[in-house]
């Protein structure tokens, strides 16, 4: 038995100190932090290995390495982590290679000189000629592509039971007929949920697919609301276009959507023209950008938009309000789906796959950055972003109210060393006036509560919130009682723009 714990402990230890040393590991941390904060904004202080392991997903002949360390960094310079439009909380957590809750420190309302951050990290080593290099950060929250199962899940299984009782075939219904169990099931669930939610005296909030950005930040908002005795019930939906007519439908009272497409609801125009205008629908806050992302192998001949025409290229899922946009950002390059060889309706996942395979050309989604999805499919192949063209997205700004010119910060994603031009719309948190100004008060102060450490709920996107931003591209008009709160919270502010502490 002692020799095999001496064993054991042998091949850990010999695992353990595989990689570069420690020197090698600090040098490479501070010039990806140089690169994404330049002008010394923030300093190494120091820096613990805390063990390596092999990635599992090399390729054959490769030898990574996954090496995990805690840091400590200091702000050198005041810093707003949660700008949208400079560095911020998301290039952090890229050059980091660090989850949401592997950061500590990070204060709603800007950090100051002197402030103190605390990572859990990591980076991806490849040895080549002899010598480790690093390669990228590792990617967090890592979903990975669906595997296939036999496993009969109780959806899967009341669908088969509806089948039955509407005497469908013995045999099982077959696709076109799942298909439409599947959806009148989704719509009675989502609403049974939002009916609970009411008579329990909640909110119930439409967020997102369960592998989105909408739904992370719904749980995030969920939890740290609940602290304050704000039940916040969020619901899983196809997206912003969904959320919207749940909304209008008064199946919620809270839903997240796309600011260009909380226009067209308004304006009952788009996917709305049969519904009308929509009198009632008002914007409680603009909480964070949501970038337009082209997204290419980093090897493909792929350089702007215009070279799409004649490829491959996933515009997202059917009905979703990012294909929405996606199908506008190729109009305003004098391309339509039909120019494309093929105009798939994957999710971003599905698209992922696809495009690592060789399957897909290119993906174009509408999402907060950084996406977790795509920071982990970087892991697997090197990735590229594309950026539009200035005249499309002048075009896109006059077109498309609620939508605005972005430039997404350097080191947002592994491998980008300079900021990318291209469209953002805001991730706006939407009701209707049923709301009262008293309820929409209570909501936003607490939402934009001063260093509250969204992080920490596992939001990146959380760390973006701000008062300063909160009336930025809205598209829609602002409840009432929502422009007083924020005006207030503004005030409330010291002169340097910074909350009191």
Not at 29 to 58: E, I, T, Y
Not at 277 to 298: F, G, K, Q, W
Not at 350 to 371: F, H, M, T
Not at 374 to 384: F, G, N
């Amino acid at each position: 038995m002692r020799r095999m714990l001496l064993l054991i402990a042998i091949v850990l230890l010999a695992a353990c100190s595989r990689g570069p040393d420690q020197q090698a590991l600090e040098n490479d941390l501070r010039q990806r932090l140089q690169q994404a904060f330049p002008g010394d904004k923030l300093s190494l202080v120091a820096l613990h290995r805390r063990g390596s392991a092999d990635d599992a997903h090399d390729a054959p002949g490769e030898d990574r390495l996954l090496v995990y360390f805690d840091a400590e960094l200091r702000v050198e310079h005041d810093l707003d982590f949660g700008s949208w439009d400079s560095p911020g909380v998301a290039s952090l957590v890229s050059v980091l290679g660090a989850g949401p809750r592997g950061l500590r420190g990070i204060e709603s309302g800007g950090n100051r000189q002197g402030d103190r951050l605390l990572a859990h990290g990591s980076l991806i080593y490849q040895q080549r000629d002899g010598a480790w290099q690093a390669v990228v950060p590792q990617g967090f929250s890592a979903p990975r592509a669906p595997q296939t199962s036999s496993t009969v899940t109780p959806r899967e299984a009341l669908v088969q039971a509806i089948g039955t009782a509407l005497n469908l075939s013995h045999g099982g219904t077959g696709g076109a007929e799942r298909k439409v169990i599947s959806e009148e099931l989704e719509r009675s669930l989502t609403n049974i949920q939002g009916r609970l939610g009411r008579l329990q005296n909640g909110y119930p909030l439409a967020g997102g697919p369960e592998s989105g950005q909408y739904s992370s930040f719904a749980q995030a908002m969920s939890l740290a609301l609940r602290e304050h005795g704000l039940n916040i019930l969020p619901l899983t939906t196809e997206g912003g276009l969904e959320n919207l007519r749940l909304l209008q439908e008064g199946e919620v009272v809270l839903a997240l959507s796309q600011s260009d497409m909380a226009h067209l609801a308004v304006s009952g125009a788009g996917p709305f023209a049969e519904r009308g205008l929509d009198h009632n629908l008002r914007a409680l806050a603009s909480l964070y950008p949501e970038p337009v992302h082209v997204l290419v192998r980093a090897d493909s001949d792929l350089h702007d938009i215009a070279a799409l025409r004649g490829k491959r290229v996933s515009l997202g899922t059917p009905n979703s309000a990012s294909r929405a946009t996606a199908i506008a950002v190729l109009s305003a390059h004098n391309l339509q789906p039909q120019d494309l060889a093929l105009a798939a309706d994957f999710s971003l996942q599905q698209a992922l796959a696809e495009l690592r395979d060789g399957r897909l050309d290119a993906l174009i989604q509408v999402i907060g950055s950084p996406a977790d999805s795509i920071r982990a499919a970087s892991e697997d192949v090197p990735l590229r972003l594309l950026p539009l063209a200035d005249e499309a997205i002048a075009r896109l700004q006059g077109e498309r109210p609620g939508s605005y010119a972005y430039q997404l910060p350097a080191a947002s994603y592994p491998g980008q060393d300079q900021a990318l031009s291209t469209l953002a719309v805001s991730s706006l948190l939407l009701s209707n006036q049923q709301l009262t100004n008293h309820e929409v008060e209570l909501l936003l102060s607490q939402l934009f509560a001063s260093h509250r450490e969204w992080l920490q709920y596992g939001s990146v996107q959380g760390g973006q919130l701000s008062p300063e931003n909160a009336m930025r591209g809205l598209g829609v008009p602002l409840h009432e009682g929502a422009e007083k709160t924020i005006r207030q919270l503004r005030s409330a502010a010291q002169p340097d723009g910074r909350p009191a502490r």
